[in-house]
């Protein structure tokens, strides 16, 4: 990459600029940067899994519109959500959200 990364008005919904494929079930993404780190958008449909994982690095997640949950609790827009690695857990968006996330280390499925 020879240049930075601008998505103006992000929290405002720039995000909805980006282009976004399928990910999983229910899930989309739009990866905007791969490298020593994984930096991407997930679109989550209403009632959308993402089924059980483990973290093998850290993983970061700010919720930027919606929400979404694990068995820690509900997560409402404008969350920092930290996985470590080690955590295992599965995470469900009821209404729908988009999230930024960022991965040191792909997850590992374990569903």
């Given at each position: 990459?020879?240049?930075?990364?601008?998505?103006?008005?992000l929290l405002q919904g720039?995000?909805?600029?980006?282009?976004?494929?399928?990910?999983?079930?229910?899930?989309?993404?739009?990866?905007?940067?791969?490298?020593?780190?994984?930096?991407?958008?997930?679109?989550?449909?209403?009632?959308?899994?993402?089924?059980?994982?483990?973290?093998?690095?850290?993983?970061?997640?700010i919720i930027l519109?919606?929400?979404?949950?694990?068995?820690?609790?509900?997560?409402?827009?404008?969350?920092?959500?930290?996985?470590?690695?080690?955590?295992?857990?599965?995470?469900?968006?009821?209404?729908?959200?988009?999230?930024?996330?960022?991965?040191?280390?792909?997850?590992?499925?374990?569903?």
């Amino acid at each position: 990459m020879d240049k930075p990364i601008v998505i103006n008005d992000l929290l405002q919904g720039g995000w909805r600029e980006c282009e976004f494929k399928p990910f999983r079930k229910g899930i989309e993404i739009c990866i905007l940067y791969e490298g020593d780190s994984t930096l991407a958008l997930l679109r989550y449909q209403p009632g959308a899994t993402a089924p059980l994982h483990l973290h093998i690095g850290l993983e970061t997640v700010i919720i930027l519109e919606g929400s979404q949950r694990d068995d820690q609790g509900l997560y409402l827009q404008g969350s920092c959500v930290m996985n470590p690695p080690g955590y295992q857990h599965s995470v469900t968006s009821d209404n729908g959200c988009v999230v930024l996330i960022q991965w040191s280390k792909p997850v590992q499925f374990l569903n």
